[in-house]
């Protein structure tokens, strides 16, 4: 499969990255090498294979049902690059 | 040349004598300050801690996290500028309990940025440099790990592995390094990379030095909801030394592949000595190996791409300057803070979930997981372990491989089906390819680490490559 321009462009806007138009075609040349090797998937038969998400049978654990004071957010917040008063301060997003 | 104590012989000392443990932990930072300009096995040294001779299984050890582990008012960067600046609010699991079994860190180990390499060039701190040859890479993601314990910078080293990141640099660099069981180790606090695939696991020079170190890490954790709740055996004690009649299955399709002469040549000499001890060797079948590479870059991609979307630029982590907008402020953090293998590795996730390519990518690879998982399965029905080339070949240069991705993963190929059926595997040092050691890669079924340290220390017993130290480092 071949990743072209825009793919590259539309799938880190999804995410959040910033890729400078100088770096879009040999991010696409990268990706398209990537998915290369993905096409030995689709020869493989996997009708009535169970899809397999985690490698144990577990069973979520869930711990009681109540509330806990919260006493970490100071302690937390004291790693964010800019935060007052108990918020985190973000650039004006409303006009 | 003198041989290296064992972890065994140095607990006991300090237990005897807990000054010697100050003295060990002087030394050891020394040693590490006078190879940091050779190796960059480092990102930050610790010198809080003088001593913890406390009598535990592991009293007065020195030892180095990899700095993927959460450590408690230190640096902990994941090898990322996105996270250059960020200090752990909290230990680890496997930070607090080597600490309680008298561990003493001196540091955190360099590693591929978020895990994410086979050859620790992808750091945002630099490379890491195989003892054994300063221009050739130590493996990764875990490289720092595996470079420190090769040099003897310390005696045993915290690891993680989501596809070989364990045992691809233990082989490299010549040392056991042991990846267990999916779930047998806690991952609270080891900063996410894939999260079906994340396991703990730890570096040291043999078997018999893993058994303490694996121990104390081991066992359930209220805090992680993906840890096996069994009791974990007493390994040290699981040594006996003795296989005889222990059948060892040699899958094909890892010998039919392409593999270094000299590598393959150290590899069959291994299995002989195997077969010397009284091992029964057979070949088997496990058909889907072949597919573990395409699986395994879909599935990790994807989680890493999802995992790593906290890192925003607003919490912790890296935030890029005068942002003009929200928008701005995270595509700008995001594209300053992650290297260009996390990078590719968040776009590939990401698309490969993406509605239309959903089913044809990761719900495929999901079916194919299951498929390998299955060889597994049916192998472990007539064997007791597998054995296999843990690598292609040796470490190679340093700046090779790293602008093409793709032949860089190729070199997780016959580790990466033991991560995606999440059963325990090791690399124990198996001989030498020119002047750069092999690596030979044991698997063994669910929970059986017993079984594979004492595979590995009953080869140990009877060979000497893994008290072989690189030159200039003894």
């Known amino acids: 499969m071949t990743l072209h321009n825009d793919d590259v462009r539309a799938i880190a806007a999804l995410n959040r990255i910033r890729i400078e138009d100088r770096d879009v075609e040999a991010t696409a040349v990268a990706l398209s090498g990537i998915f290369g090797l993905f096409d030995a998937l689709a020869q493989v038969d996997t009708t009535d294979v169970k899809p397999m998400a985690h490698p144990l049978d577990l069973v979520a654990r869930l711990r009681p049902d109540r509330a806990e004071p919260v006493t970490q957010s100071g302690t937390y917040q004291t790693l964010a690059p800019d935060a007052d008063d108990g918020l985190y301060r973000v650039p004006k997003v409303i006009g | 040349m003198s041989q290296p104590e064992t972890i065994a012989d140095i607990v006991s000392g300090h237990i005897a004598s807990p000054d010697t443990a100050k003295e060990r932990i002087q030394a050891c930072?020394?040693?590490?300050?006078?190879?940091?300009?050779?190796?960059?096995?480092?990102?930050?040294?610790?010198?809080?801690?003088?001593?913890?001779?406390?009598?535990?299984?592991?009293?007065?050890?020195?030892?180095?996290?990899?700095?993927?582990?959460?450590?408690?008012?230190?640096?902990?960067?994941?090898?990322?500028?996105?996270?250059?600046?960020?200090?752990?609010?909290?230990?680890?699991?496997?930070?607090?309990?080597?600490?309680?079994?008298?561990?003493?860190?001196?540091?955190?180990?360099?590693?591929?940025?978020?895990?994410?390499?086979?050859?620790?060039?992808?750091?945002?701190?630099?490379?890491?440099?195989?003892?054994?040859?300063?221009?050739?890479?130590?493996?990764?993601?875990?490289?720092?790990?595996?470079?420190?314990?090769?040099?003897?910078?310390?005696?045993?080293?915290?690891?993680?592995?989501?596809?070989?990141?364990?045992?691809?640099?233990?082989?490299?660099?010549?040392?056991?390094?042991?990846?267990?069981?999916?779930?047998?180790?806690?991952?609270?606090?080891?900063?996410?990379?894939?999260?079906?695939?994340?396991?703990?696991?730890?570096?040291?020079?043999?078997?018999?030095?893993?058994?303490?170190?694996?121990?104390?890490?081991?066992?359930?954790?209220?805090?992680?909801?993906?840890?096996?709740?069994?009791?974990?055996?007493?390994?040290?004690?699981?040594?006996?030394?003795?296989?005889?009649?222990?059948?060892?299955?040699?899958?094909?399709?890892?010998?039919?592949?392409?593999?270094?002469?000299?590598?393959a040549r150290a590899i069959q000499t291994a299995i002989r000595e195997f077969e010397a001890l009284g091992a029964q060797v057979v070949d088997v079948d496990m058909p889907h190996t072949d597919l573990a590479l395409s699986t395994y870059y879909i599935i990790a991609p994807a989680e890493a791409s999802s995992n790593l979307a906290r890192y925003d630029g607003v919490r912790y982590g890296h935030r890029c300057e005068n942002p003009?907008?929200?928008?701005?402020?995270?595509?700008?953090?995001?594209?300053?803070?992650?290297?260009?293998?996390?990078?590719?590795?968040?776009?590939?996730?990401?698309?490969?979930?993406?509605?239309?390519?959903?089913?044809?990518?990761?719900?495929?690879?999901?079916?194919?997981?299951?498929?390998?998982?299955?060889?597994?399965?049916?192998?472990?029905?007539?064997?007791?372990?597998?054995?296999?080339?843990?690598?292609?070949?040796?470490?190679?240069?340093?700046?090779?491989?790293?602008?093409?991705?793709?032949?860089?993963?190729?070199?997780?190929?016959?580790?990466?089906?033991?991560?995606?059926?999440?059963?325990?595997?090791?690399s124990v040092p198996a001989g030498f390819a020119g002047h750069l050691p092999v690596g030979l890669q044991l698997i063994g079924p669910w929970f059986e680490e017993s079984r594979l340290l004492n595979a590995g220390h009953a080869f140990q017993q009877a060979t000497d490559w893994h008290t072989r130290q690189p030159p200039g480092f003894e």
């Open chain 2, 29 to 263: 930072h020394a040693k590490i300050e006078r190879s940091q300009s050779q190796l960059n096995a480092l990102i930050s040294q610790d010198h809080s801690a003088s001593n913890n001779a406390n009598g535990g299984s592991l009293s007065g050890l020195p030892i180095l996290h990899k700095d993927l582990f959460c450590t408690d008012g230190q640096a902990t960067t994941a090898g990322s500028r996105m996270l250059a600046n960020f200090v752990a609010p909290y230990d680890a699991t496997v930070v607090s309990r080597l600490a309680k079994a008298g561990a003493v860190s001196l540091g955190k180990a360099n590693m591929d940025e978020f895990a994410m390499g086979s050859s620790n060039e992808t750091s945002y701190f630099g490379a890491v440099a195989n003892p054994w040859d300063t221009s050739c890479v130590p493996g990764g993601s875990s490289g720092g790990s595996a470079a420190a314990v090769a040099a003897g910078l310390v005696p045993a080293a915290t690891g993680t592995d989501t596809g070989g990141s364990i045992r691809q640099p233990a082989a490299l660099c010549g040392v056991t390094g042991i990846k267990p069981t999916y779930g047998r180790v806690s991952r609270f606090g080891m900063i996410a990379f894939a999260s079906s695939l994340d396991q703990a696991g730890c570096f040291a020079r043999s078997a018999a030095d893993c058994a303490p170190v694996l121990g104390a890490m081991a066992g359930f954790d209220p805090n992680d909801s993906t840890v096996a709740d069994q009791p974990v055996p007493n390994y040290p004690a699981a040594l006996t030394g003795d296989i005889n009649g222990l059948t060892i299955g040699l899958p094909r399709q890892y010998f039919d592949a392409e593999v270094e002469a000299e590598t």
């Open chain 2, 324 to 426: 003009t907008d929200l928008t701005d402020l995270y595509e700008r953090s995001r594209a300053e803070g992650f290297g260009r293998e996390v990078q590719r590795r968040i776009l590939t996730g990401a698309y490969v979930l993406s509605a239309g390519y959903y089913d044809a990518y990761y719900r495929k690879a999901q079916r194919t997981r299951r498929l390998i998982a299955n060889d597994f399965q049916q192998a472990f029905e007539s064997v007791d372990l597998l054995a296999t080339p843990a690598t292609p070949g040796p470490a190679f240069k340093l700046g090779s491989q790293i602008d093409n991705p793709t032949t860089m993963y190729a070199n997780d190929v016959f580790t990466l089906p033991a991560s995606l059926a999440g059963v325990p595997a090791m």
